[in-house]
């Protein structure tokens, strides 16, 4: 199966409002920060994901998209998006077509403001953990499997959190970063039906702030 970005696109520039189960990530209009989802422009395209180093302060060890803090510097939140990225992945930014931005939400671990941008490139160049401080390690999945309906569940959390989650192999997708990866491959009309009753726990490896 080819998978086509072209609604995806169209729904980015009509602009995306935040899903009703976002209500508690509304902004808080406090530190500005940016991630970028970046899929490879294939027939099946692959999409990267970091693993967060285990010395961090926070979110330890969880899978996410490259990105971070908006630095004075920074001409806007894409370039914020695409400079995190060169620092985290060693992606050379001039390889990126953004294609627009997700909903901006609240992290309250982080207390930023997260604004999501999609991108696509060619895949071209070899991706890192360019810094060790920051990401443990570099990988791609393609979106045939993120979308197959056996990798999907609803993560559980034991202080009360249930949210969209992904088991892959050893990696374990949930989170802000679950909900990121759950909107945009609706937007895009990729997802395939999944069992949403069907709940893992989050592996403790995973769950550290």
Do not use: C, K
């Not at 969880?62 to 992945?89: C, T, Y």
């Not at 937007?187 to 726990?201: F, K, P, S």
């Amino acid at each position: 199966m080819t998978y086509d970005f072209s609604e995806l696109a169209a729904s980015l520039r009509a602009g995306v409002d935040a899903p009703a189960n976002w209500a508690e990530r509304a902004p808080q209009g406090v530190r500005a920060a940016a991630v970028l989802l970046l899929f490879t422009d294939a027939p099946d395209p692959r999409l990267t994901f970091i693993e967060r180093a285990s010395t961090l302060r926070r979110h330890a060890g969880q899978v996410a998209f490259p990105g971070g803090g908006r630095e004075e510097a920074d001409e806007s939140l894409m370039h914020a998006a695409l400079r995190e990225a060169q620092e985290e992945v060693a992606l050379d930014p001039s390889l990126v077509e953004v294609l627009g931005q997700l909903p901006v939400a609240w992290v309250p671990r982080s207390r930023y403001d997260v604004t999501p941008f999609v991108g696509r490139w060619d895949g071209s160049e070899p991706l890192r953990a360019a810094d060790p401080a920051e990401v443990e390690w570099v990988f791609d999945v393609p979106v045939s499997e993120l979308v197959d309906p056996a990798n999907r569940v609803s993560g559980s959390h034991p202080l009360g959190y249930r949210g969209p989650a992904w088991v892959l192999g050893e990696m374990f997708i949930w989170g802000f970063t679950g909900h990121l990866l759950d909107l945009t491959l609706r937007l895009a009309g990729w997802e395939q039906e999944w069992d949403q009753e069907r709940t893992v726990d989050i592996p403790e490896r995973f769950m550290r702030d």
